[in-house]
Every structure is written in C-alpha cells, then in structure tokens.
C-alpha cells in the first residue's frame, strides 16, 4: 500500500486498515492484548513494523493522517505516538 500520500480521506483510511489486517499475527493477538492490557482490538504486529509504516506516512501528509482520528485498533494508536514524536513545533506537538 503507498502510505505516502498528499492527502488523507476515509476511503484512504479504511484501506489503510485493511492493510494492517493483512499485517496481523493472530497467534500472538491473545499475548498481545494481555501484555499491552487493552480493551482495544490488538492485530499484534510488531513494533518495529509499526515504525516503518509511521516512517512512511511521515514522508507525506502525517498531519492529515493524524486529523482523521484512526483510531480501529491498537496498533492504530502506537503509529499516531511515533508520528506525534517526530512533530518538531512545539504547539503542534501538544495539540495531538
């Protein structure tokens, strides 16, 4: 999936989900959301995979992906941290 994008929709966004799905380990999902302690459904993808793909969007419009408020599963929430991260300006930082 191109992750490096000008703009973000929901379509975008949906397909952008079911990309994670393709990404899932279910073997590892119950491990997962019992060391994690989440109510939130897990996909159990590795960190490591996540920051490649939060390295990617940050290439293109990262703040427009973070306007649309992904937030379908938890692995959803650790790519929005590593984007938050790399937010240089301050304000901007603290407003997401």
């Given amino acids: 999936m191109e992750l490096i994008k000008e703009q973000w929709n929901d379509v975008d966004i949906e397909e952008f989900n079911k ?3 393709s990404l899932k380990k279910s073997d590892k999902i119950d491990f997962t959301k019992k060391t994690v302690n989440t109510k939130m459904e897990v996909l159990a993808i590795p960190i490591p995979e996540l920051r490649i793909i939060a390295k990617e969007i940050y290439k293109g419009n990262y703040i427009d992906y973070l306007n649309e408020f992904n937030n379908q599963y938890y ?5 929005n941290a590593v984007l938050i991260n790399h937010i240089k300006d301050i304000e901007t930082k603290k407003y997401y």
């Fill in 75 to 79: 692995e959803n929430t650790i790519i």
């Fill in 19 to 21: 990309y994670l799905e």
